[in-house]
C-alpha cells in the first residue's frame, strides 16, 4: 500500500536555525513522484518541488534543499537559517501508477514555527 | 487573476442551506481537484475532474455534488450538510491528471457547518 509518514507533527526553532522536515514513503512502484508543499495560515498549498524516483540528485533551491535517498525511502526536506516566514504547515506527497493516476497521497504535515 | 481562485474564501451554514463553492484556474490546465482538510488528518481527494467530465468520485456522500462546465472552472454544490463537514475544502488543477503533473492549489474555502 502506499503510505507516507511525517513523524513530527510540530517543530520549533528559534531564527537562524537549521531544521530539517523529515519524510518517509512506501510504494511498490519504482516509478514515482514525490512533492513537497507548504500551507502558510492563509490556506493555500505552495508547490515547493517535485522528485521523480529516477533522479536521487539531491536539490538546493535558496535556503531550501531536498535529500532523497531511495535506500531509506526519505526525501526530507531542510531549510537553512530559518526565518520567521517560513513558519507553516509542511506536506509531503507521493503519486504513483499504483495509487490511480491522478491521486496525491498525503502526510499528516508537520507544523513549522519559527520563532523570533 | 494569476493561479488558482476560489470563492468564497469563508462560509458559515445552516445544516439546511444550499451553498455553492467556486473554484477558477487560470493556468490552462485539463484536470480539476476537489480535496477536503479537517483538522489532524490528511488531505482527502473528493473529486477529480479532466477536460469537463468526473474521472473520480471518491465515496464522497451526495449531499457534495460537484459540477464542472468547462475546463477552468469547477463547482461544489453543498446541500443538506453536517457538522462533521466542517474544514477547508481546497481546489486544484494539474495540467493532466496523471502521476508525474504537479497539482497546484487554490486558497481554499473555510466551511463552517452549524
Known amino acids: 500500500a502506499q503510505k507516507v509518514t511525517q513523524a513530527q507533527t510540530e517543530i520549533s526553532v528559534v531564527e537562524k536555525e537549521d531544521v530539517t522536515l523529515d519524510c518517509v514513503y512506501e510504494?511498490?512502484?519504482?516509478?514515482?513522484?514525490l512533492f513537497w508543499y507548504k500551507q502558510p495560515p492563509s490556506g493555500e498549498l505552495v508547490f515547493l518541488i517535485r522528485?521523480?524516483?529516477?533522479?536521487?540528485q539531491n536539490e538546493i533551491s535558496g535556503r531550501y534543499s531536498w535529500n532523497f535517498q531511495k535506500s531509506t525511502s526519505s526525501f526530507n526536506f531542510t531549510i537553512t537559517a530559518s526565518q520567521v516566514v517560513d513558519s507553516a504547515v509542511y506536506f509531503c506527497?507521493?503519486?504513483?501508477?499504483?495509487?490511480?493516476?491522478?491521486?496525491?497521497?498525503f502526510g499528516t504535515g508537520t507544523r513549522l514555527k519559527v520563532l523570533a | 487573476e494569476t493561479g488558482v481562485t476560489q470563492t468564497p474564501r469563508h462560509l458559515v451554514m445552516g445544516m439546511t442551506n444550499k451553498k455553492s463553492l467556486k473554484c477558477e484556474q487560470h493556468?490552462?490546465?485539463?484536470?480539476m481537484y476537489w480535496y477536503k482538510q479537517s483538522a489532524k488528518k490528511p488531505l482527502e481527494l473528493m473529486f477529480v475532474?479532466?477536460?469537463?467530465?468526473?474521472?473520480e468520485n471518491n465515496s464522497v456522500p451526495s449531499r457534495f455534488s460537484p459540477e464542472c462546465p468547462n475546463s477552468s472552472h469547477l463547482f461544489l454544490h453543498l446541500h443538506t450538510l453536517q457538522p462533521e463537514d466542517s474544514a477547508l475544502y481546497l481546489c486544484?488543477?494539474?495540467?493532466?491528471?496523471?502521476?508525474?503533473?504537479?497539482?497546484?492549489f487554490g486558497p481554499g474555502t473555510r466551511l463552517l457547518v452549524l
Open positions: 486544484a488543477s494539474s495540467q493532466d491528471p496523471i502521476p508525474q503533473e504537479t497539482q497546484y
Open positions: 510504494t511498490r512502484d519504482t516509478t514515482y513522484y
Open positions: 522528485r521523480n524516483s529516477f533522479d536521487e
Open positions: 506527497a507521493l503519486s504513483d501508477a499504483t495509487s490511480g493516476t491522478y491521486k496525491y497521497i
Open positions: 493556468l490552462g490546465h485539463n484536470a
Open positions: 475532474y479532466s477536460l469537463e467530465e468526473r474521472v
